[in-house]
């Protein structure tokens, strides 16, 4: 089995959309597909009407949170009640926010001399929900960088760069609480990504599984061999599950669907955890190893 845990579609910041995103994940050969837009579930009706035979699709999210004061840490939630009010709420608090901090970004930029407009990131986002992705997308348009990558940097959009801006995001320890209690189960996005600059401390990993984290993203594109072996490590010290995935966001990333994958053992203790939503099986579909 191939299974992939990580993935975004034009729900959130992905150029595809959910239903090319599951028709893509099975002509890659993946048996299981995680769909895991950015603070929102809305993409899952149309995947799972478009779930090609043979490919299971897993319904989650990636959760924005701040830990200490600094933004940028990301909870992936697997297989929650999308109906639960109190997380739901906060999704909705994230979403929300996500409108008044892209329009602050790019106000700094044209600050910056930049000749960026509202409607061109409007356009890029269509009816995803609008993030950095999408103004650093206006900006390779207008040749300010090179790649969406080379957006993320202090002189542009990275956290604490001169165009940036702070949202509403979740404290982790709230979003671990808040899935646990709508039945899913949470891993910790690519805590070491040292590229972004979103290095999670191994004692706040600890103090995370001690509130019911699930497990941590291992094998990720932002993680070289020795960060994957010293998270694995860490991940067995713990307690954790070990997964891995592409973060796949269409054309706007390089990575391809399945280029990191779970261990299917890993993927069925997943399952096996939740019980507010299980995998949707398309016809003939793997549920479980």
């Keep these: 089995m191939r299974i992939d845990l990580h993935t975004h579609s034009t729900a959130s910041d992905g150029t595809d959309t959910p239903a090319e995103l599951v028709r893509n994940a099975a002509a890659a050969g993946l048996d299981v597909v995680a769909l895991t837009d950015h603070d929102t579930v809305r993409g899952h009706p149309e995947a799972i009407a478009a779930l090609p035979e043979g490919l299971t699709l897993v319904t989650g999210a ?8 600094v933004g940028g840490l990301h909870m992936l939630a697997y297989l929650f009640d999308p109906e639960e009010p109190e997380l739901a709420r906060e999704r909705e608090l994230v979403r929300d926010d996500r409108v008044p901090r892209a329009r602050t970004m790019v106000r700094k930029l044209q600050e910056l001399g930049v000749p960026v407009e509202w409607e061109r990131v409007a356009r890029i986002a269509g009816d995803g929900s609008v993030g950095r992705p999408h103004i650093a997308s206006a900006l390779v348009e207008l040749g300010v960088v090179p790649s969406v990558s080379d957006a993320f940097t202090p002189q542009w959009l990275a956290d604490g760069g001169r165009a940036h801006a702070e949202k509403h995001e979740l404290d982790p320890f709230d979003a671990v609480r808040l899935v646990k209690a709508a039945g899913g189960v949470t891993v910790l996005a690519h805590p070491g990504a040292v590229k972004r600059g979103h290095v999670v401390p191994e004692s706040a990993i600890a103090e995370l599984a001690e509130a019911g984290l699930g497990g ?32 796949y966001h269409g054309s706007r990333k390089t990575v391809r669907l399945g280029e990191n994958v779970t261990d299917p053992e890993i993927y069925g203790e997943i399952t096996r955890r939740a019980t507010g939503a ?3 099986p398309g016809a003939g579909g793997p549920l479980v190893p």
């Design 278 to 280: 299980f995998p949707v």
């Design 62 to 69: 990636e959760l924005s949170c701040r830990l200490d004061g």
């Design 216 to 247: 941590v993203e291992a094998d990720h594109m932002d993680h070289d061999e020795a960060t994957r072996a010293r998270l694995r490590g860490l991940a067995r010290e713990l307690g954790l599950l070990a997964t891995g995935s592409s973060d």
